[in-house]
């Protein structure tokens, strides 16, 4: 394994890492990527080349849009051939879902290409945005004996461990261990070593090189249920004018109550050309339709599963096969089939 003569592009998109308190209302805000690297002036010691593209002015993830994710795709694909790897900076909040959208529209993606972020400001003496930086770097810059890429896909670093991005949700607003892919092994863990496992995965298209895919239609809707969920309620969500998919979150293995209503509505949601994905309220686990008959008569209803995937990944898949003018057919078969690793089959 080697860093030599690596080159990275370091990609700021803002989020807590790279913000400063307000001194009058005391709310964090952005501040520009030189003053973050005023902060880590380690930057200067690796032994290749880091440039920087910094989006102007930096945004907090909760104001992650389909265009960012675009203008992401679009930088790295304009900057491919120059760089073996590239390094995000992203807020959290919204990281699970860029990661995921991401491993969808880079498609062919052969280097690696790793967002991180922080939960205290670089500034702040105990930040954990400076290590999740320094090792996210080394990480993209790691190639093999052969010079190929050793994590060539999308992923999430933070809190010393790699995860495959479009596994991951971010699952704590307070602790440095925010994120966890509770479906898929860790790629990587960072101590003393930083020690890699089941990587060097590449997807399909691979052979042709970077195809960068820029379509992404967002008329989705993510429907959780509840006990006591209304029927009006669900008419109203699944009756709303050009909705084109939902992302069903059902009890455990991909169960919901035994309504007439709600299979009914359901089923006429399916019949109108309506996507609906099944995934599973729980971290962990798999949706299962024919376990129980809570979970049947979904599938009856027409409801496509989702396997074991997160939330944010579902979305952003059905946001890029609608993009894509995929049909309701094409798209079941594309949600039976793994794109880039975001379900186990
Ligand atoms: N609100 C911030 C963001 O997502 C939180 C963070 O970066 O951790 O941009």
Not at 18 to 45: C, K, W, Y
Not at 136 to 155: F, K, N, Q, Y
């Amino acid at each position: 394994m080697t860093t030599a003569n690596a080159s990275i592009l370091l990609i700021y998109t803002g989020g807590t890492i790279g913000m400063i308190e307000n001194p009058v209302t005391g709310a964090l805000e952005n501040f520009s990527f030189d003053r973050l690297r005023q902060h880590i002036p380690e930057l200067g010691r690796f032994d290749f080349s880091i440039d920087s593209f910094q989006f102007d002015p930096p945004i907090d993830s909760s104001d992650m849009e389909p265009e960012a994710w675009q203008r992401l795709v679009r930088i790295i694909s304009d900057n491919y051939d120059r760089y073996s790897g590239f390094v995000i900076l992203h807020g959290t909040d919204t990281m699970a879902y860029t990661a995921s959208a991401l491993s969808f529209m880079l498609k062919g993606l052969d280097k690696p290409v790793i967002l991180t972020g922080s939960q205290l400001p670089i500034g702040v003496l105990r930040t954990d945005g400076r290590e999740n930086l320094l090792t996210s770097i080394e990480i993209a810059a790691t190639r093999d004996d052969e010079g190929r890429a050793l994590v060539p896909e999308v992923c999430i670093f933070f809190e010393n461990h790699l995860m495959r991005g479009n596994r991951t949700t971010k699952i704590n607003a307070e602790n440095f261990n925010a994120f966890r892919s509770s479906n898929y092994p860790v790629l990587a863990k960072a101590g003393i070593h930083i020690k890699y496992y089941n990587t060097a995965r590449r997807f399909s298209g691979v052979e042709e090189g970077l195809q960068p895919q820029y379509s992404m239609d967002s008329n989705v809707v993510v429907l959780k249920l509840f006990p006591g969920i209304k029927e009006q309620v669900v008419a109203s969500i699944l009756g709303i004018e050009g909705l084109k998919g939902v992302v069903l979150e059902t009890y455990g293995s991909g169960n919901a109550p035994r309504k007439e209503w709600l299979v009914n509505l359901i089923s006429d949601a399916c019949r109108r050309g309506i996507v609906v994905v099944n995934v599973t309220q729980c971290n962990g686990g798999t949706v299962e339709m024919e376990r129980y008959e809570t979970g049947y008569q979904l599938l009856q209803a027409g409801v496509i599963s989702g396997y074991d995937s997160t939330t944010e990944s579902a979305v952003t898949k059905l946001m890029f096969l609608l993009g894509h003018g995929c049909s309701p057919e094409d798209i079941r078969a594309r949600m039976n089939s793994s794109m880039a690793g975001e379900i186990t089959l």
